[in-house]
T-cell receptor, first 112, second 112 residues
Framework: QKEVEQDPGPLSVPEGAIVSLNCTYS??????FMWYRQYSRKGPELLMY????GNKEDGRFTAQVDKSSKYISLFIRDSQPSDSATYLCAMRDPNTGNQFYFGTGTSLTVIP | EAQVTQNPRYLITVTGKKLTVTCSQN?????MSWYRQDPGLGLRQIYY???????DKGDVPEGYKVSRKEKRNFPLILESPSPNQTSLYFCASSLGGYNEQFFGPGTRLTVL
């Protein structure tokens, strides 16, 4: 079983839609949950991070963590064509020092 | 400009021919890391380094070597490349293990 599971999509939505991206994980020790955005032919860039269960909002983006279910989500409101990218979840295992585990990424296309 | 640079960006080589991919950052970051990205497998951590002369194995270290003789540089060495190391490689750096990782532009390696 992979440490982090993420639906690869692809996901295609009309402009203005609400997008929900999700990851599940198996290791209850994971903390420091992150979402990265990766445009084609570029390196990933950090969108949001959170340490604890609950919601964190930043503009049109909301990150949600449910540690009891080992489930994290990223919501994008009023999606824009510029949001078209691959979104990767990532998390850190404190028990292995500073090793990071990434999901496989979900490809999102927002259609104008 | 604060950045992570990788060289070369593209490389085609043959099985068994030693190669080095360089990574350099100009942000005085303590933490540096190498990842490989493969379709369906996502980003997987190869090695990481918390500081000069300190390196640790990630999820997929077999067939790779690294060194951290200077803070700014973290080269990835493939002593005897094989076709299964054909991949897209990313170097990343951050202030520390808990901080945002900045990714380089990627190196696309093909081993024939």
């Amino acid at each position: 079983q992979k440490e982090v599971e993420q639906d690869p999509g692809p996901l295609s939505v009309p402009e203005g839609a609400i997008v929900s991206l999700n990851c599940t994980y198996s290791n209850s020790a994971f903390q420091y949950f992150m979402w990265y955005r990766q445009y084609s032919r570029k390196g990933p860039e950090l969108l949001m991070y959170t340490y604890s269960s609950g919601n964190k909002e930043d503009g049109r983006f909301t990150a949600q963590v449910d540690k009891s279910s080992k489930y994290i989500s990223l919501f994008i409101r009023d999606s824009q064509p510029s949001d078209s990218a691959t979104y990767l979840c990532a998390m850190r295992d404190p028990n292995t020092g500073n090793q990071f585990y990434f999901g496989t990424g979900t490809s999102l296309t927002v259609i104008p | 400009e604060a950045q992570v640079t990788q060289n070369p960006r593209y490389l085609i080589t043959v099985t068994g021919k030693k190669l080095t991919v360089t990574c350099s950052q100009n942000m005085n970051h303590e933490y540096m890391s190498w990842y490989r990205q493969d379709p369906g497998l996502g980003l997987r951590q190869i090695y990481y380094s918390m500081n000069v002369e300190v390196t640790d194995k990630g999820d997929v270290p077999e067939g790779y070597k690294v060194s951290r003789k200077e803070k700014r540089n973290f080269p990835l060495i493939l002593e005897s490349p094989s076709p299964n190391q054909t991949s897209l490689y990313f170097c990343a750096s951050s202030l520390g293990g808990y901080n945002e990782q900045f990714f380089g532009p990627g190196t696309r390696l093909t081993v024939l």
